[in-house]
């Protein structure tokens, strides 16, 4: 069966440090994987989608970025943290031929001081 | 810009009383899906609706998908305690890409 790893679990930074959040896939081959951020009490934001091996999408610019170095690992970066990258950053996939659910790992809660 | 918007923000019902979520759409969206997340989890896929005024029911939850695709709505006939969380629906946007609604957060109280 398919599971998905994100760690943290939880991380507090203060402002201006670097960011490295790690998800990762087991039991599929060549997902569709997602960044998501959630604010405190908000709806998900998409941040980064990516089809393939070093194939990302950013949808919201901003201090972050996103890398796939392997078909089933997605980091999520930051060089200098803000204030308001505080929140609840979930990792998804996607199968590539499938209908399109998504599948979510449990998260990462950042507090940025 | 592409904007999904879900109404109530918020809902508090008695248990037993049926709920309804709404969302609704800037643009036609291929597809909906919707995920429930318990509160303090992560987002839990429930279904997903394809076709123009496609309705699917899931025993309590009842999901239509409008007949311009740019609403659906998602109903639950007489909650429970475990139907409490925050409700989202997803227009797939493109291929690959999703746009997730501000959600609706159920309180259920018993």
């Known amino acids: 069966s398919q599971t998905i790893h994100q760690w943290p679990a939880t991380l507090v930074q203060p402002v201006g440090s670097p960011l490295s959040l790690e998800c990762t896939v087991e039991g599929t081959s060549n997902p569709n994987l997602y960044w998501y951020r959630q604010a405190a009490g908000r709806g998900l934001q998409l941040l980064f989608y990516s089809v393939g091996i070093g194939q990302i999408s950013s949808e919201v610019p901003q201090n972050l970025s996103a890398s796939r170095p392997q078909d089933r690992q997605f980091i999520l970066s930051s060089k200098k943290l803000l204030l308001s990258d505080s929140g609840f950053y979930l990792c998804?996939?996607?199968?590539?031929?499938?209908?399109?659910?998504?599948?979510f790992g449990p998260g990462t809660r950042l507090t940025v001081t | 810009g592409q904007q999904v918007m879900q109404i109530p923000q918020y809902q508090h019902v008695q248990e037993g009383e049926d709920f309804t979520t709404y969302c609704n759409s800037s643009t036609t969206l291929s597809n909906i899906q919707w995920y429930k997340q318990r509160p303090g989890g992560h987002p839990v896929f429930l279904i997903q609706l394809v076709k123009s005024g496609e309705v699917k029911k899931q025993k309590r939850l009842t999901f239509q998908f409008g007949e311009a695709k740019k609403n659906s709505s998602l109903h639950i006939t007489a909650t429970q305690t475990t139907d409490v969380g925050t409700y989202f629906c997803?227009?797939?946007?493109?291929?690959?890409?999703?746009?997730f609604g501000t959600g609706t957060r159920l309180k259920v109280l018993a």
């Open positions: 997803a227009g797939q946007r493109g291929t690959y890409k999703y746009i």
């Open positions: 998804a996939w996607s199968a590539l031929a499938g209908d399109g659910e998504q599948y």
